[in-house]
């Protein structure tokens, strides 16, 4: 790939980019995930989510450019993990490289991810960081994949 994929703590200017890259037509498309209007995103993402202390989140960057973000959170007593790519960095092996360096700092197991069953490439990058899938949940109308990463 040759292009160098590094974690790093959220900086105020990341939120920005997230809110582009959470708009973009075919990203919410393919994870069939609303995008919110800009305030209640930054809301959502001050409070929910860098103000929660149970919540581990890492920018995800690429030759020092923001590509996107990587999430860990509890729901109903189990650990999720979550990520948003920008449109141009899919199909380059950084999401699976991303998610690989998260997976070394976030060690509770196990680890969920329901992607929506049409996001091919989320469910391949889940399967390639060792996800297995469980069945299928609803959210809404639509029907998503469980996957697990169980203890080692």
Known sequence: MGEEVRLRDVE?????????????????????????????????????ILGDPEVFVQTVTVGGETAGNLVAWWEEGKRFVGYWFGREYWG??????????????EKARPLYADPFEGNTGS???????????TGMIRHGENEHIMLVLADD
């Open 12 to 48: 105020q200017d990341d939120l920005e980019v997230f809110y582009q890259q959470e708009n973009d037509p075919e990203a919410t498309k393919r994870s069939m995930f609303a995008p919110r209007e800009r305030d209640r995103f930054m809301t959502h993402w001050a409070e929910r």
């Open 123 to 133: 469910v391949r990058l889940l399967e390639r960081c060792g996800f297995c899938r």
């Open 92 to 105: 380059r092996g950084i999401g699976t490289e991303a998610l690989q360096l998260f997976l070394h700092l």
